[in-house]
């Protein structure tokens, strides 16, 4: 995957060409995105630590609204990671709670311990599944006052994104070649351009 940086000055994203930024496919929507950077130390930290590392999260945390065309495919690229984050982040919990429960009454014994070793194994198996679905993710990996670095971005979208800055001199080019063809014919043209192929030799 590649790197793709938006500044202030092109509007985070709002000029982007119609190609889905994670797999170069037509667009079907220009999606508001709005992304966060935290340093890979905190981010440990916050998953490691105690409160206190989370408010140290919160204070390091940049965030920037950017523009992002997307195809139909991925118009939930974000939205189902979240989800799924959310549904197994659930499922320690409940093992806590079955848990608590089975050791009030002494025929569930066997299953509290049980979900106490389930819970114990589900916490890593988390964070794993979180760092992973970030890092196969569209991210933010610099955020500054007046631009942001995405990664995760599809090398078939940089290719649109540098014919499109391309197009403009090639659009001029032809509008000039037809203003001179229109006034002096087409064989003007052809000695004019060569000509300027013997001067450049």
């Given amino acids: ?12 994203g709002k000029h982007l060409p119609d190609a889905c930024v994670r797999c ?28 206190l590392c989370w408010v140290l999260g919160v204070l390091l945390d940049k965030r920037k609204t950017v523009w992002l065309p997307l195809c139909e495919y991925h118009v939930y690229h974000w939205y189902w990671r979240k989800v799924t984050l959310a549904i197994t982040g659930a499922i320690p919990v409940i093992l806590g709670f079955i848990f608590c429960a089975g ?5 569930w014994e066997p299953l509290a311990m ?7 194994l589900s916490i890593p198996a988390w ?25 995760g971005i599809a090398p078939e979208f940089i290719e649109a994104l540098e014919g499109q800055h391309q197009r403009p001199f090639a659009d001029v080019d032809q509008l000039v070649r037809e203003r001179w063809r229109d006034k002096h014919g087409q064989s003007r043209l052809d000695d004019h351009i060569q000509e300027d192929d013997n001067d450049s030799r």
Avoid: H, N
């Fill in 1 to 12: 995957m590649a790197l793709l940086t938006l500044t202030k000055a092109d509007g985070y």
């Fill in 24 to 51: 170069g496919y037509p667009a079907a929507i220009l999606k508001i995105q709005t992304m966060s950077s935290v340093p890979s130390w905190a981010i440990i930290l916050i998953l490691f630590g105690g409160p």
């Fill in 103 to 107: 050791v009030e009454f002494k025929e």
């Fill in 114 to 120: 049980l979900s106490l070793l389930c819970c114990y």
């Fill in 127 to 151: 964070i794993i599944l979180a760092i992973v679905l970030r890092l196969t993710s569209i991210r933010a990996s610099k955020i500054t006052k007046a631009a942001i670095t995405l990664r």
